[in-house]
């Protein structure tokens, strides 16, 4: 029973690494560097009946204990998984914000063809799952793990992204700051020139009205 115990136990190991991963990602990308309380009692549930399967005197009960294990680990990995989304889709969202549409259009255009639809796709599958509440063992857990964790790669590409696109967002606030110094030496000189060409106007029409008076009086 023991050699059959320890290949069960065994079972639990990939589960316990996604679990593991899906809990330092949330950890590791948590601006306030909170403690998640939720996936921890959940982990802890789950040692709570690994252990009573260690004590278990038949293979039903063993079967039972590690069964409730794995359920409990699956619970641990969807909290965090769920806390995983909506950190990474709101500092993702967040690294954004300070550019405006026209320079994500020329500089990063999959923002809103591919990742933008990405993450409120993963957004509205994980309210799916809140709602659902249900947990199926055959590689469910594998697949949402997989499809979640897609967001670390997208925060990667985001990241990449960033020095292109604030050096295109400096290079048109310096052409706008440009552009209007130009205008408001344009101006300057159309005040100056307004300023100098009026009375230059005035004199010299009163000098051809004074020379037509001579002229006619002669």
């Not at 696109?165 to 048109?172: A, I, N, T």
């Amino acid at each position: 029973m023991r050699e059959i115990y320890y290949d069960k136990l065994k079972e639990l190991y990939p589960c316990y690494e996604k679990v593991k991963s899906a809990i330092l990602l949330v950890e590791n990308f948590d601006e306030e560097q909170e403690m998640y309380v939720a996936p921890m009692n959940q982990l802890r549930s789950a040692l709570d009946h690994i252990f009573k399967s260690v004590t278990a005197t038949d293979i039903e009960r063993c079967d039972y204990e590690l069964k409730e294990a794995k359920e409990h680990m699956e619970r641990a990995g969807y909290d965090a998984l769920e806390l995983l989304a909506g950190n990474l889709g709101t500092n993702i969202i967040k690294k954004l914000q300070p550019y405006n549409v026209e320079t994500l259009t020329n500089v990063f255009p999959d923002y809103f063809t591919d990742i933008l639809p990405k993450i409120t796709d993963i957004r509205q599958k994980v309210a799916e799952r809140r709602m659902e509440r249900n947990i199926n063992s055959n590689g469910f857990f594998s697949a949402y793990f997989d499809e979640i964790v897609e967001l670390v790669d997208i925060n990667k590409s985001v990241d990449k992204k960033i020095p292109a696109l604030q050096e295109y967002s400096d290079k048109k606030v310096r052409e706008k700051q440009e552009q209007q110094r130009e205008e408001q030496a344009r101006t300057k000189k159309e005040r100056v020139w307004n300023y100098l060409w009026g009375p230059s106007i005035g004199f010299i029409s009163a000098a051809l009205i004074a020379l037509l008076t001579w002229y006619l009086t002669k």
